[in-house]
């Protein structure tokens, strides 16, 4: 089977039901579907009918680790496809994306990439270092660093085994598991393949929750930091990676009263002026709170 749809659920039966009916039709015999609930038996039940005639296979995350990046694992556990394609629940596949990634697969030797995410009637553009947008192909070094990562929501796909030799997506965490994934894709010097096309309508009107609360900054903040721990030993020789993955970081503790945890990542940035520059922006904001 060439490739196969891992959609995580949580709590969003009609969501997901919308999602699955807009991408069915494209399917085809070379593809499957696979839905995995988080937990509670919503999408079973929306899905009934495309789950009975065969068009959906639905798996049910019963484990004590839950959340978006194990559903997404357990999906890829049980898919036969070569190419793994991530939706999420409350997303819509925007139309010709599936069609355009069939061809690619069968016709490039691709491994991993995504497209463009579409909020509302907006396309969010995708620029590289210099403003210039980016080109459909592969991405190479030079486009930027923050440029070759990108969100599961943004027609994410990978090669499954690829997928799996570097163990998925890391759990227990609520955000960034995509960014982290990302990196440890680039570190192993995988290029990632971009389509200069819409390839997810994003969806953002069920009220779901936003990370605008001090605790949640701080959840924000444990990925961020996770992710730069995780990944800037392998990444430090990339172009524009260290740089990104401490600022963010950083920015990240200060924005979240975590200051005192921003010394540990300047500690381990490369480069000495990098490092100059972040001790002076954490100093910068010390001095801002004393007033």
């Known amino acids: 089977m060439l490739f196969s749809i891992v959609i995580p659920t949580y709590q969003r039966a009609q969501a997901v039901k919308k999602a699955v009916s807009a991408v069915l039709p494209d399917v085809g015999e070379t593809g499957e579907v696979i839905v995995v609930e988080d937990r509670g038996d919503g999408a079973r039940n929306s899905l009934g009918a495309d789950i009975d005639k065969g068009l959906v296979r639905y798996l049910r995350n019963t484990h004590d680790v839950c959340g978006a990046a194990a559903a997404r694992n357990m999906g890829v556990q049980a898919a036969v496809g070569k190419f793994v394609l991530f939706l999420d629940d409350d997303d819509l596949i925007a139309p010709g994306y599936l069609a355009q990634l069939i061809t690619l697969w069968q016709a490039e030797d691709v491994e ?82 971009f389509l200069d096309q819409p390839a997810v309508l994003l969806s953002r009107e069920d009220n779901v929750e936003r990370l605008t609360n001090s605790v949640e900054k701080d959840g924000v903040f444990r990925c961020y930091e996770a992710t730069f721990h995780d990944n800037i030993d392998a990444c430090k020789d990339l172009p524009f990676a260290a740089t990104y993955l401490s600022t963010r970081a950083v920015r990240q503790a200060l924005k979240s009263n975590n200051v005192d945890r921003s010394d540990a990542i300047i500690a381990r940035t490369p480069g000495v002026f990098l490092r100059l520059g972040l001790r002076v922006k954490v100093a910068l904001d010390r001095r801002k709170k004393r007033r």
């Open 112 to 193: 991993w990439g995504f497209g463009l995410q579409v909020v509302g009637n907006e396309i969010v553009a995708r620029r590289d270092v210099l403003g210039r947008s980016l080109k459909h192909g592969f991405l190479e070094p030079r486009v930027g660093f923050r440029q070759r990562l990108c969100a599961a929501s943004a027609g994410l796909f990978v090669r499954r085994d690829l997928f799996q030799s570097l163990n998925g997506f890391a759990i227990g965490r609520h955000v960034d598991e995509d960014t982290d994934l990302c990196c440890r894709l680039l570190a192993a010097r995988k290029r990632p393949y």
